[in-house]
């Protein structure tokens, strides 16, 4: 079946400018995960929703960064004001969610560039 | 901080040798779990060891989990070209909030020449 899909792939913007980033998850999963990664590091938690909760935004870094989650599917990351360290590769995941599920399913992420 | 430290950062074999990495972390977890990367780009589960088991294999993958020392090691037998990627310890949370959240290590990344 179809796995996470992400858009747009690939994403070059200029430093002040708001970019979204979207996220499908695969159908079904309650839980979605947004990650960032920075060049040659590891997977840094921004911000995760499960079902009807209130999201937990703990990893957000700033205020710029928000992201909502629409009829409990499709995902939007929004950055506003872009600044050149939010350059990174964008990483979401879904978990189908239940009391005894944790293996997370990546997609294959946004790459941002903010020049 | 990120939960989770892998041990060494870059591993170079040859095909056919074993490779073993390390994870440690800090606080208690419900589960661990071992993913792969390639090319940067979206991760892989390979496995999962949970809080109360020690070892676990999955085809050529060994993963033993030591909960005293907060440390996991991951081995991959009889390795190959197609093996080389990143590999990313995550650490899990049950509970509240942090249900299902992971922590990632920094990855270690393994190179398997021909």
């Known amino acids: 079946g179809a796995g996470v899909s992400q858009s747009p792939s690939n994403k070059v913007t200029e430093k002040g400018k708001d970019v979204e980033l979207r996220c499908d998850p695969i159908?079904?999963?309650?839980?979605l995960y947004w990650y960032r990664q920075s060049l040659g590091q590891g997977l840094e938690f921004l911000i995760y929703?499960?079902?009807?909760?209130?999201?937990?935004k703990s990893g957000l870094p700033s205020d710029r960064f928000s992201a909502e989650r629409t009829g409990g599917s499709v995902s939007t990351l929004t950055i506003q004001r872009t600044q050149q360290e939010d350059s990174a590769v964008y990483l979401c995941?879904?978990?189908?969610?239940?009391?005894?599920?944790?293996?997370?399913?990546f997609g294959p992420g946004t790459r941002l560039t903010v020049t | 901080s990120q939960q989770g430290e892998e041990d060494p950062q870059a591993l170079s074999i040859q095909e056919g040798e074993n490779a073993t990495m390390n994870c440690s972390y800090k606080?208690?977890?419900?589960?661990l779990q071992w993913y792969r990367q390639n090319s940067g780009r979206g991760l892989v589960h390979l496995i999962l060891i949970r809080s109360n088991e020690r070892e676990k294999h999955s085809g050529r993958l060994r993963v033993t989990l030591d909960t005293s020392k907060k440390s996991s090691s991951l081995l991959i037998t009889a390795s190959r070209a197609a093996d080389t990627a990143s590999y990313f310890c995550?650490?899990?949370?049950?509970?509240?909030?942090?249900?299902?959240?992971?922590?990632f290590g920094q990855g270690t990344i393994l190179t398997v020449h021909p």
């Open positions: 995941a879904s978990r189908r969610g239940g009391s005894d599920v944790y293996e997370q399913y």
């Open positions: 159908s079904g999963h309650t839980a």
């Open positions: 606080t208690s977890i419900n589960n």
């Open positions: 995550a650490t899990g949370l049950a509970g509240g909030t942090s249900y299902g959240k992971l922590t």
């Open positions: 929703f499960q079902g009807n909760s209130a999201p937990d």
